[in-house]
């Protein structure tokens, strides 16, 4: 008989929870489905790893937030966030449902006209805006929010070489108990920097003041602090009023509303911790109905919401590489999708789904990414199910972000699938080969030659 190769003995920490026949229990249920069309399948088709965006969430999302608030107010418009999600078909399904587009660069505001939005129901915001895109969204009659003084210079400069007259708003930022507080954009409201843009936009006459925006934070808990910036900024648009004796059209509340994703270091899953579009509806409303703004004088209230309208209509689907054991004794998993398309793992413990039935057993693992790099960590200790080599994982509200901050970096990028409304799958982007990385570089003549 051969002999059995030694192996050291180990203390394993098993996951807390209700005990059963195979250990402690897993609240994990196998994601075999997307929309109708198999995990598997998907990946066989499109390669792995792969986005998939679900065109009925997007849509079913989008129509409940636009419930909550115009049930609440009047004249409610919303824009979609280009810098949340800037792939062209997820754009124009928000803009199907009538969503104008929200952008902060020219590169997004070209996307934006590329996609057939009029420029009229463009709104420009954003701290870097070169001369050429500002005369390029006056003379289009774009909403261009003045993120600071040397803006408001360049923009009053063009407009009297234009024969169109820049419609324009000024981005506030405020105190509403949320620290650290956002003031690196806009100017500020108690020193007194937003009513001295404001003046100085009114008495020089040469374009037209008709916003206010605010941008208060991101992933936003607290929608009581919305309540405040509404009425800081319905103040504000009073006192315009009164002063120069003009009415400001509308007052734009920016975005930040929270997914349903979990932060890390949270105590509450995000489901639970995270506010649902009625809350925010409601502080936000009633604030701006409760202003003392006179009759037929309420201004139009717009919405940049984009993470919460997008992240739960995302999923990464990827498969196993390997795993192994820690110097610790904790496993760890290997998948082929990593930090450098999942960008939001370094602030989201993002829910990940086994694709395939599994045994109801689960340890502590780390699930890293297949970059050689260190930071390279997807989750650093789940409680998850023992996977072998090739299986399948869904990880789910990947929908914000991740598409716009992904990184070429030693792997390329996916494929984006759009499964529509009749779960139909459509290719939305290609999976980049290496023309997709080479085609922009330039070799100098004297390098052509490789001397090895």
């Known amino acids: 008989m051969k002999k059995v190769q030694y192996e050291r003995p180990v203390i394993q920490r098993l996951n807390v929870g209700l005990m059963n026949k195979y250990g402690s229990r897993t609240e994990f249920t196998p994601v075999t489905q997307i929309d109708g069309n198999a995990v598997a399948q998907l990946i066989t088709q499109y390669g792995s790893p792969l986005f998939v965006i679900s065109e009925r969430t997007i849509r079913q999302t989008y129509r409940q937030a636009n419930r909550a608030f115009k049930t609440r107010y009047p004249k409610v418009q919303f824009a979609w966030s280009y810098k949340t999600n800037y792939i062209n078909a997820v754009c124009n399904v928000f803009h199907q449902e009538g969503s104008w587009a929200e952008v902060v660069s020219g590169f997004e505001y070209s996307k934006a006209i590329y996609n057939g939005v009029p420029g009229n129901k463009i709104i420009f915001n954003g701290p870097d805006k070169s001369a ?5 969204a006056i003379e289009n009659n774009s909403l261009i929010h003045i993120d600071n003084l040397d803006e408001l210079y360049t923009i009053n400069d063009l407009a009297s070489t234009l024969t169109k007259r820049p419609r324009v708003a000024i981005r506030v930022n405020m105190d509403t108990g949320v620290y650290p507080m956002w003031d690196r954009f806009g100017f500020n409201y108690e020193n007194g920097e937003a009513l001295d843009a404001i003046n100085k936009i009114v008495l020089n006459n040469n374009m037209d003041l008709v916003g206010l925006h605010c941008h208060i934070g991101t992933f936003m808990l607290t929608p009581s602090a919305y309540a405040i910036a509404a009425t800081k900024l319905s103040e504000l648009a009073i006192s315009i009023q009164k002063k120069h004796k003009k009415s400001i059209e509308y007052i734009d509340m920016g975005g930040g509303f929270a997914s ?4 890390k270091g949270s105590y509450l899953q995000g489901i639970d911790a995270s506010p649902g579009f009625d809350q925010y509806a409601e502080a936000i409303c009633t604030s701006l109905l409760n202003a003392g703004f006179s009759e037929g004088e309420l201004p139009l209230l717009i919405l940049e919401t ?3 309208l997008i992240d739960e209509a995302g999923y990464l689907l990827g498969s196993v590489i390997s795993n192994k054991r820690l ?11 990593g930090v450098n398309i999942l960008f939001t793992s370094f602030w989201y413990n993002h829910k990940i789904s086994p694709a395939q039935p599994f045994s109801q057993y689960t340890e502590d693992t780390v699930i890293y990414g297949p970059l050689c790099m ?3 960590v997807v989750r650093e200790n789940i409680a998850f199910p023992a996977l072998k080599k090739n299986d399948q994982v869904v990880v789910h509200t990947v929908g914000a972000y991740n598409m716009t901050q992904w990184m070429q970096f030693i792997a390329m990028r996916p494929a984006v699938v759009l499964i529509d409304m009749n779960d139909k799958p459509h290719l939305i982007r290609k999976r980049e080969n290496i023309n997709s990385v080479q085609n922009e570089e330039v070799m100098p003549d004297y390098l052509k030659d490789c001397l090895l």
């Open 374 to 376: 260190n930071i390279d």
């Open 306 to 308: 984009g993470r919460a």
């Open 260 to 263: 349903h994703n979990t932060l």
């Open 327 to 337: 110097s610790d004794g904790r496993r760890a998993t290997i998948m082929d999708f």
């Open 132 to 136: 050429e895109e500002l005369k390029l």
